[in-house]
């Protein structure tokens, strides 16, 4: 079992201290090693790029490593510590036992990233090399691990559907795919958009609306550590429940959020 967790920012967030982001980012990396030491990794979108650090290591040692340092300042930022109009808008990241693919090549640990899209996975898919070979005149496989063939297939699916149908194209994929997951999903050419979905395994969602943010991990103490010396900053959360077999989709622009079924 891996571990998923991240962070959406809504437009008009109040959560302007550098510091606490990346506190709370470091903390969950820490937190959610406990369901896989071998690779960790983290996906931060802003509002006109996308930045991707993952790495073999556990979590509480990408946390250490220099190039996550560097990664975490020059990228994590919010309010006064902005210098650019290339705003944070959500963070997804990955603690990773692996099942299948070496996590020496870096291509098999997470945050997967397929042309637009780039996502995260907890669970297991069983016929990723039965996909991969029927959908092989559309997508090529860049790695061994399982969890590529949902990214892979979302994206050739946003490719026919058109990228603002990433519903569309998630309810396409996992009608295709075999196994248990819990993913987190973002699609580069829609920055304020953060995709969650799960059929059988776990995600907890917290939303923080005193500084209108949302926190969500595969385990709620995940979040509730993390942000425990920030309690009086953030406030009391509302929980976001996403039963199996749905999916929760934040327009972190709009400040709005629509749950959807993965297989009508």
């Given at each position: ?33 406990v369901n896989g030491r071998s690779a960790s990794g983290v996906a931060v979108m802003k509002s006109r790029s996308t930045e991707v650090i993952r790495r073999p290591l556990a979590g509480s040692m990408l946390t250490k ?181 749905m999916g929760v989709a934040f327009n972190l622009f709009a400040k709005t959020m629509s749950k959807f079924v993965l297989k009508p």
């Amino acid at each position: 079992m891996c571990s998923i967790f991240g962070m959406g920012l809504f437009q008009e967030h109040t959560l302007d201290d550098t510091a606490t982001v990346k506190a709370i980012m470091a903390t969950l990396l820490k937190e959610a090693e406990v369901n896989g030491r071998s690779a960790s990794g983290v996906a931060v979108m802003k509002s006109r790029s996308t930045e991707v650090i993952r790495r073999p290591l556990a979590g509480s040692m990408l946390t250490k490593d220099k190039d996550y340092l560097d990664f975490a300042d020059k990228h994590m930022r919010v309010g006064k510590d902005e210098t650019s109009s290339d705003h944070l808008k959500s963070m997804i990241g990955h603690c990773r036992m692996p099942t299948k693919g070496s996590p020496e090549n870096n291509y098999n640990n997470h945050p997967i990233v397929v042309e637009n899209i780039v996502g995260v996975h907890n669970g297991v898919i069983a016929n990723d090399d039965e996909l991969f070979n029927k959908f092989r005149k559309n997508i090529t496989r860049i790695a061994r691990v399982d969890t590529e063939i949902i990214f892979q297939l979302v994206s050739h699916f946003t490719r026919r559907f058109g990228s603002n149908r990433t519903i569309k194209s998630i309810r396409e994929t996992v009608g295709h795919i075999k196994g248990g997951y819990a993913c987190a999903l973002l699609n580069i050419d829609s920055p304020y958009n953060l995709f969650l979905f799960r059929s059988g395994n776990p995600i907890r969602i917290l939303y923080y609306p005193a500084v209108k943010v949302i926190l969500f991990a595969t385990r709620e103490n995940f979040i509730l550590t993390a942000v425990k010396p920030f309690e009086d900053y953030l406030g009391d959360p509302i929980e976001i429940e996403v039963i199996s077999g749905m999916g929760v989709a934040f327009n972190l622009f709009a400040k709005t959020m629509s749950k959807f079924v993965l297989k009508p």
